[in-house]
């Protein structure tokens, strides 16, 4: 049904896909712990499966369409904000990072067709720190932080949940792949 290199069938049936992943991060981002001032969110588990499953361009597709919902005033970025505010913020970079991250993996599982799971865990991985490079330099900027409270405060405590999205994405990837469904 979903092949990552090129989706099967019409411009329309793609762009319903790219919506899909559009609204499921929305969907992630009511999905919310509070821990200062960036939120743990389920976002970045649907950004890295949109790569996966919609390739480099459709992947990255979803992720413009997310932000543009946000841009235009819909509820989607996490706590339910919205406005370009939010992207010139705090958080904005993580923003931005989902776009980057959708196009490296998508770029990735396009590029390496023989995909063990050291291969997917190690996509999956780099695309998260495609997120978290944006959004680090842009927490850093925004809020006036050093490099190691911004790491603390940006990243660090983010690593055990993006641990645990990646073994989650691994293996809704793997199933997907086993139902020949990527």
Not at 7 to 36: D, Q
């Amino acid at each position: 049904m979903v092949n990552n290199n090129n989706l099967p069938g019409s411009s329309v049936r793609k762009m319903v896909y790219a919506a899909l992943f559009a609204s499921m991060t929305a969907v992630g981002a009511y999905i919310s712990v509070p821990v200062g001032l960036i939120p743990l969110t389920l976002q970045t588990l649907f950004v890295i499966l949109a790569g996966a499953v919609l390739g480099a361009r459709w992947g990255m597709l979803s992720m413009l369409i997310y932000a543009l919902l946000g841009i235009a005033g819909l509820p989607v970025f996490s706590g339910g904000s919205s406005g370009l505010g939010v992207l010139v913020g705090p958080s904005g970079g993580y923003i931005f990072g989902f776009i980057l991250a959708a196009l490296v993996i998508g770029y990735l599982f396009e590029k390496f067709q023989n995909r063990s799971i050291v291969v997917v865990v190690a996509i999956f991985l780099v695309g998260m720190i495609a997120i978290y490079v944006p959004g680090y330099l842009q927490l850093m900027y925004v809020a006036s932080l050093g490099p190691q409270e911004t790491f603390a405060l940006g990243v660090a405590q983010f690593i055990p949940g993006a641990a645990i999205k990646i073994a989650a994405a691994t293996i809704i990837y793997r199933y997907l792949k086993t139902e020949s469904l990527v």
